[in-house]
T-cell receptor
Framework: GIQVEQSPPDLILQEGANSTLRCNFSDSVNNLQWFHQNPWGQLINLFY???GTKQNGRLSATTVATERYSLLYISSSQTTDSGVYFCAAAMIYNQGGKLIFGQGTELSVKP | NAGVTQTPKFQVLKTGQSMTLQCAQDMNHNSMYWYRQDPGMGLRLIYY???????DKGEVPNGYNVSRLNKREFSLRLESAAPSQTSVYFC???????????????FGEGSRLTVL
């Protein structure tokens, strides 16, 4: 099955700094998503991005499917960006699929 | 619009007891999922249901059973709980995955289960 690896595992930033989180996956995928888990445990979908680039405010994501990686950019970080960021990947088949998660990157933004 | 609702939020069981985690979604999604989250392990897929009437095993199905009761509801049952099943369980739903569909997952708030 698909293997999903994220780096770095931990990241500490000063408020206002920029960061890049990386997600590598072992096989071809046509479903790639990024999630944020806040300190209270809530999981929020940030991007569905099997290929190309998307932006949402201070966050943007790029997936290069042919090279099997995706990047999540956080600009001008804020304390509310703290939490764990997960990427998840799958091949779609039979109207569904096994969306496999990476181990996550734990981000702490200091004021 | 409640999204994905899980019950109960917290549960303590003794080894060997059984219980069912309930999940319901009001977004008319075709697909539903059960994940467990353990420290340092990320989220691991237990079972999923791509559409009403179908269920498939995920990465860690042993010790669990599921039922897709109808389009809205997907339950997870532990027949004989073990301490290794202590975890936070998340239910999620998505539109049907098609070549044009997004399949974005929407998660419930989680259910914290402790097995003593």
């Amino acid at each position: 099955g698909i293997q999903v690896e994220q780096s770095p595992p931990d990241l500490i930033l000063q408020e206002g700094a920029n960061s890049t989180l990386r997600c590598n996956f072992s096989d071809s995928v046509n479903n790639l998503q990024w999630f944020h888990q806040n300190p209270w445990g809530q999981l929020i979908n940030l991007f569905y991005i099997p290929s190309g680039t998307k932006q949402n405010g201070r966050l943007s994501a790029t997936t290069v499917a042919t090279e099997r990686y995706s990047l999540l950019y956080i600009s001008s970080s804020q304390t509310t960006d703290s939490g764990v960021y997960f990427c998840a990947a799958a091949m779609i088949y039979n109207q569904g699929g096994k969306l496999i998660f990476g181990q996550g990157t734990e981000l702490s933004v200091k004021p | 619009n409640a999204g994905v609702t899980q019950t109960p939020k917290f549960q303590v069981l003794k080894t060997g007891q059984s219980m069912t985690l309930q999940c319901a979604q009001d977004m008319n999604h075709n697909s539903m999922y059960w994940y467990r989250q353990d420290p340092g392990m990320g989220l691991r897929l237990i079972y999923y249901s791509a559409s009403e009437g179908t269920t498939d095993k995920g990465e860690v199905p042993n010790g669990y059973n599921v039922s897709r009761l109808n389009k809205r509801e997907f339950s997870l049952r532990l027949e004989s709980a073990a301490p290794s099943q202590t975890s936070v369980y998340f239910c999620a739903s998505s539109e049907a995955w098609t070549s044009r569909g997004t399949g974005e997952l929407f998660f419930g708030e989680g259910s914290r289960l402790t097995v003593l």
